[in-house]
């Protein structure tokens, strides 16, 4: 399944024979076969009508509504599944304290995990960078063997904090120097790095969403992540992590040229990519981001897993069955 964005002033879509079609001043410029989406990112000046809108949620295919310079997402989701037993224990787990304790802990061992295996793979290949990265390395497993130890989530939150600051200390030194990296900084991002992670998040927060939605969870109640008024906070915990494999695809684009520092502006508003650099970053981003999704897709099942272990999905028929009992045709 694939992805399609739309970052283009004054086009209008509509649905015509299992396909989405494009239109500029009322003249058809193009078509994108609507069976292989499970995602439409729109930004931008884009119209389109209601009745769409429903047919790409009767498809399972979500919609992220890119909205302003920074691009705050809004998310139309398609319909979830149909189990409701998952999101009523994932609310009672949600309000048992060890409960929430033992998978954040967990969460932040394979977010610290995975910076260390990234860490490893570059210090192979950059040497100038060696030293900074194996002294990140170590530190990061001394924070790892501090985990077993945490006896709440607020000491787990200060403690991922540090290592936090551990972690971009060895980032900075393999970002290019041209793009004036210097540390972790958002709301708004000061410089092209910030603002390619910022963009980057906000991609992987949304599919993150998506896709607990689609396998039955409230993407708003969380265990690390408390839930908070407008947060999307399980979707905030499984975003830990795959940070770092969301880190790797933007130190891919800057090493590899995809986007430079000519793609990106800075203003009152703090440092944004360009359309040009948009348009490259949307092409790039969809034929790299397979392994965000498999890694995504690993967080769900296995928080289903955890959540409900013993239990099967029902079939359509049991489930008719069922309904045919209750008096309900």
């Known amino acids: 399944m694939s992805s399609l ?6 086009v209008h879509l509509e649905l015509d024979a299992g396909a989405l079609v494009f239109r500029e001043n009322g003249e058809r410029i193009g078509t994108v076969p609507l069976a292989p ?12 009508e209601a009745s769409l809108l429903g ?14 310079k920074q691009g705050k997402p809004s998310l139309l989701l398609s319909r979830p599944h149909n189990d409701a037993r998952r999101r009523i224990e994932q609310i009672r787990r949600s309000l048992d304290p060890d409960f929430c304790l033992v998978y954040a802990r967990q969460l932040i ?4 995990t995975r910076q260390q295996q990234w860490f490893d793979q570059l210090r192979g290949k950059d040497m100038q960078a060696r030293y900074q990265l194996t002294h990140a390395m170590r530190q990061l497993q001394d924070h790892r063997g501090r985990l077993a130890g945490i006896a709440t989530l607020e000491s787990l939150r200060g403690l991922e904090g540090s290592a936090a600051h551990v972690y971009f200390e060895g980032l900075r030194a393999i970002v290019p120097d041209s793009l004036h990296f210097t540390c ?7 410089d092209p790095f910030n603002a390619l992670l910022f963009l980057t998040y906000t991609l992987v927060h949304a599919e993150t969403a998506m896709a607990l939605h689609a396998a039955g969870f409230d993407p708003s109640v969380g265990f690390y992540h408390q839930p908070s008024f407008g947060r999307e906070s399980l979707a905030c915990d499984l975003l830990e992590t795959v940070r770092p494999l969301a ?23 703090g440092c944004l990519l360009g359309k040009a650099g948009r348009q490259r970053y949307y092409a790039a981003y969809e034929e790299s981001v397979q392994s965000l ?24 028929d049991n489930a008719m069955q069922g309904e045919t009992e209750d008096g309900i045709d």
């Not at 047919?55 to 302003?68: A, C, D, K, P």
């Not at 061992?109 to 610290?112: S, Y």
């Not at 880190?247 to 508003?269: E, M």
């Not at 897709?297 to 359509?316: C, F, K, M, N, Y």
């Open 184 to 190: 972790r900084n958002r709301r708004p991002p000061r």
């Open 55 to 68: 047919q790409l949620g009767e498809r399972g295919v979500g919609v992220v509504v890119l909205s302003g």
């Open 293 to 316: 999704r498999k890694a995504i897709q690993h967080g769900v099942d296995e928080l289903r897993a955890t959540i409900l272990p013993q239990a099967d999905d029902p079939s359509p």
């Open 109 to 112: 061992d394979t977010k610290l």
């Open 5 to 10: 964005f739309v970052d283009r002033r004054g």
């Open 247 to 269: 880190d790797g695809l933007c130190l891919q684009l800057v090493r590899q040229q995809t986007l430079t520092k000519d793609h990106f502006s800075q203003s009152s508003t």
């Open 37 to 48: 989406l499970s995602r439409v990112f729109l930004r931008g000046h884009v119209t389109l």
